[in-house]
């Protein structure tokens, strides 16, 4: 059973929690622990329970709560008598250089450094990172498999390439950034260079290209998919989901979409077999 929950989502920060029978894994730490421990207990999960902890990319609402959200992982096993107290934590050599020093005396056989092409397995669960254009050092986005299932989250890409379509296409459920409504950017009162960055191919996806790469990388086994990475200045939920679901419509496509919050997680979703 792969199940998963979108635990903070948008400019503020983000933070994402997978698992299945024997495996449990956080993505990212962009917002307090705090928050994301009150979120994990929201969905009946422990931090403690952590098998691993993935980071998408080094900007900071995507890592600024990781150094936290460690230690107490830590903390609470010493707790509880587990004989390996720091989870290991995943990310690629160009976002290792700015969370080394959030992981100061973190022990080095915990981080562990990944790269585009890798195959991460825990248990019953794969995980292949792949790359993403955003203009981070080395960013990436995580395909899960449990069986015959996929999970894609993709979020901070300024567009999406062939390759990556290939690589999650047919999906059961998507993760998927839909940051800004192009007139709400255009006109709204952000700097020029600000805006421009956002709609460059390393800046974000619009609505409009969600809807787009929808028609092109979902199958008829995609059964959700959970809008992410709203911006809270350049778009509202209504007008994301409103966009999104009038270009499927228009191409006869059908799926479920849900919303993203920052400041609360989504249900625990639940992927069906296939």
């Not at 098998?51 to 609470?76: C, M, N, P, Q, Y």
């Not at 096993?77 to 050599?93: D, H, S």
């Not at 700097?191 to 929808?214: C, M, V």
């Amino acid at each position: 059973m792969l199940r998963f929950s979108v635990l903070a989502s948008g400019s503020s920060g983000n933070a994402v929690y997978v698992e299945t029978e024997n495996t449990r894994i956080l993505i990212d730490a962009g917002v307090a622990c705090k928050q994301i421990e009150a979120a994990m207990n929201e969905i009946s999960v422990s931090l403690s329970e952590l098998d691993a902890i993935l980071i998408t990319h080094e900007h900071s609402d995507h890592i600024k709560g990781v150094g936290v959200v460690a230690r107490k992982v830590a903390g609470e096993r010493r707790k509880q008598g587990y004989e390996q107290l720091e989870v290991p934590i995943y990310a690629t050599e160009g976002s290792w250089q700015d969370l080394h020093g959030l992981l100061k005396d973190y022990p080095d056989q915990q981080r562990k450094v990944i790269s585009v092409g890798d195959k991460l397995e825990f248990d019953d669960l794969l995980i292949e990172p792949f790359p993403l254009s955003h203009d981070a050092r080395e960013p990436v986005g995580f395909v899960f498999y449990h069986g015959s299932n996929k999970l894609t989250l993709a979020t901070d890409l300024g567009y999406m390439s062939s390759r990556v379509k290939e690589t999650i296409a047919d999906s059961d459920a998507y993760i998927l950034e839909s940051n800004h409504d192009i007139n709400m950017l255009r006109v709204g009162p952000y700097p020029w260079y600000l805006k421009k960055r956002i709609l460059s191919d390393k800046g974000h996806l619009s609505n409009e290209a969600a809807g787009e790469a929808l028609i092109d990388i979902m199958s008829g086994y995609t059964q959700d998919v959970l809008l992410a990475h709203l911006s809270q200045e350049n778009n509202y939920p209504d007008l994301a989901e409103m966009t999104v679901q009038g270009i499927l419509d228009a191409a006869c496509k059908q799926v479920q979409l849900h919303r993203t919050h920052p400041n609360k997680p989504t249900a625990l979703f639940e992927i069906k077999p296939r």
